[in-house]
């Protein structure tokens, strides 16, 4: 059973860049969250997806955008990017209608912005 | 809103001691959840712990235990028998018991552990 699958593993842009990042939630989970963590810090909560629409959304600019496709897969887009942008991208799966069901992370996308 | 706070940046303890991580959190919130999270490297995040907010008994994983005292809105970690593998990031969370699983960080505890 595979879990939650995220790519690519390491990416370096240019500032005012655009970026893509993909995950794959574990099997049969159909709800995506996207989280930002900064060197030192803890994740901070971006958005999340379930039936292909953004469900909610925490403190980020409009630059960051995602997607949910039928398949439950996600994309996490951040458009004209900033050096305060670096950052490891987490994506957690988890199954919708559970209340405090456990939440599975995926290992994560490091984006530099040099 | 909802706050997760670690007042412990970093923390050492000897290999087969025990050590307690400190967590408090602030919510209105009757209903939820709080979870301990190692990040060790390899940044994958692992759940180590889960504590329903409406059980009074404290939950117990193994060597892993948690003292909740829900009046407080105290979260604390306690690891017995530390082992080297237990050298990583230690993040307090919550969670608002709904079906929309957002979950609140705090800013984390290094903890190493020394031979």
């Known amino acids: 059973d595979a879990g939650v699958t995220q790519s690519p593993t390491h990416l370096i842009k240019t500032r005012g860049q655009q970026v893509t990042l993909r995950c794959s939630p574990k099997s049969g989970h159909d709800t995506v969250s996207w989280y930002q963590q900064a060197l030192g810090q803890g994740p901070q909560f971006i958005f999340q997806y379930y039936e292909e629409e953004e469900r909610q959304r925490g403190n980020f600019p409009d630059r960051f955008s995602g997607h949910q496709f039928p398949n439950y897969s996600s994309e996490l887009n951040v458009n004209a990017l900033l050096l305060g942008d670096s950052a490891l991208y987490l994506c957690?799966?988890?199954?919708?209608?559970?209340?405090?069901?456990?939440?599975?992370f995926g290992e994560g996308s490091w984006l530099t912005v040099v | 809103a909802q706050t997760v706070t670690q007042s412990q940046p970093e923390m050492s303890v000897q290999e087969a001691e025990t050590v307690t991580l400190s967590c408090t959190y602030d919510t209105s919130e009757s209903n939820y959840y709080l979870f301990w999270y190692k990040q060790p490297p390899s940044r994958q995040m692992i759940l180590v712990i889960r504590q329903e907010a409406y059980k009074q008994q404290n939950a117990t994983e193994n060597r892993f235990s948690v003292n909740f005292q829900k009046a407080a809105k105290s979260f604390s970690l306690k690891i017995s028998d530390s082992q080297l593998g237990d050298t990583a990031m230690y993040f307090c969370a919550f969670m608002i018991g709904t079906s929309y699983d957002k979950v609140i960080f705090g800013p984390g505890t290094s903890l190493s552990v020394i031979p």
């Open positions: 957690a799966s988890s199954l919708a209608g559970i209340s405090g069901n456990t939440i599975y």
